[in-house]
């Protein structure tokens, strides 16, 4: 079974403070997503990640960076933490191209204060 | 560009009766068509997608899905829904990109 983990299930941070949202994936998929989901909005797609240093900005890019130095992880980094960032943020890997199912992490609750 | 509507934000069913969530995508080429699940305080998982072989798509759980060019819907349905079935339902669209676009969900109670 693919598996997809996230650092943290749940996670408490001032408004200001640097975060980082780690995520890890066994089945060496070349894809990797992240995303934020938010009642009545569904998923939306902040970046994602084809290949080992490559990234490319989603929907909603602004006020997160990425970092993706080894092909199994991917890392979700909000520069500066604001409160409009509180959010369910899930992240999900696929194998190829657009028919590929993607695989879902257990998502990280965030709580910017 | 893509745009994935779901229909009703949550519907109620009684157990043991008909499920139908309603899913239509905007696209000039037909695409990739998926359903998610989330159950409570998890991730998506995967229910079914259609990959243009066959119109009527079965997925787990005896959910199926139906592709229909003409109304650009790719609905999802169960005959007989169990208390089990409460969750979030998403659909969602991909093309030859590798993103996929995401209806706003749809939130299914069964009722008792």
């Keep these: 079974d693919v598996k997809v983990t996230q650092s943290s299930r749940y996670l408490v941070k001032r408004t200001g403070e640097k975060v980082f949202l780690e995520c890890v994936q066994d089945m060496d998929h070349e894809n990797m997503f992240w995303y934020r989901q938010d009642p009545g909005l569904g998923l939306r797609l902040i970046y994602f990640s084809y290949d080992v240093k490559m990234k490319e900005k989603g929907d909603i890019p602004e006020g997160y960076s990425v970092s993706r130095e080894k092909k199994e992880r991917f890392s979700l980094i909000l520069e500066s933490a604001s409160t409009n960032q509180t959010s369910m943020y899930l992240c999900a890997s696929s194998l190829g191209t657009g028919v590929d199912t993607q695989y879902f992490g257990p998502g990280t609750r965030l709580t910017v204060l | ?112």
């Design chain 2, 1 to 112: 560009a893509q745009s994935v509507t779901q229909l009703g934000s949550h519907v109620s069913v009684s157990e043991g009766a008909l499920v139908l969530l309603r899913c239509n995508y905007s696209s000039s080429v037909p695409p990739y068509l998926f359903w998610y699940v989330q159950y409570p305080n998890q991730g998506l998982q995967l229910l079914l997608k259609y990959t243009s072989a066959a119109t009527l798509v079965k997925g787990i759980n005896d959910f199926e899905a139906e592709f229909k060019k003409s109304e650009t819907s790719f609905h999802l349905t169960k005959p007989s829904a169990h208390m089990s079935d409460a969750a979030e339902y998403f659909c969602a669209a991909s093309g030859s990109a590798r993103q996929l676009t995401f209806g706003s969900g749809t939130q299914l109670t069964v009722l008792p």
